[in-house]
Nanobody, 119 residues
């Protein structure tokens, strides 16, 4: 039922910043854990960051700690990924996903937004 739409991707240079947004068409958005994943060419999709329903508990993969920040605005049914000090290795399609129950599968998924970081 819930639909997720990512936006904010684009082409930037190394060291620059981007903020991705994921909007949910569901009034119960605040009940979901939300996550960001990415998939680079020729690689499997990997976990990037997640945020619990309260916004007080977050998790990040080691490669983005200190550079990326996940946040949410439940009043707007939106989750964000602030990406600073971007590196060429961050180039990928970024997806947001929802998790209804802790420990359950991630579903649904957004369509993805392309992030390209040049040297």
């Amino acid at each position: 039922q819930v639909q997720l739409v990512e936006s904010g991707g684009g082409l930037v240079q190394a060291g620059d910043s981007l903020r991705l947004s994921c909007a949910a068409s569901e009034r119960t958005f605040s009940s979901y854990t939300m996550g960001w994943f990415r998939q680079a060419p020729g690689k499997e999709r990997e976990f990037v960051a997640s945020i619990r329903r309260s916004g007080g508990i977050t998790d990040y993969t080691d490669s983005v700690k200190g550079r990326f920040t996940i946040s949410r605005d439940n009043a707007k049914n939106t989750v964000y990924l602030q990406m600073n000090t971007l590196k060429p290795e961050d180039t990928a399609v970024y997806y947001c996903a929802a998790q209804w129950l802790w420990g359950s599968s991630w579903s649904p998924w957004g369509q993805g937004t392309q992030v390209t970081v040049s040297s």
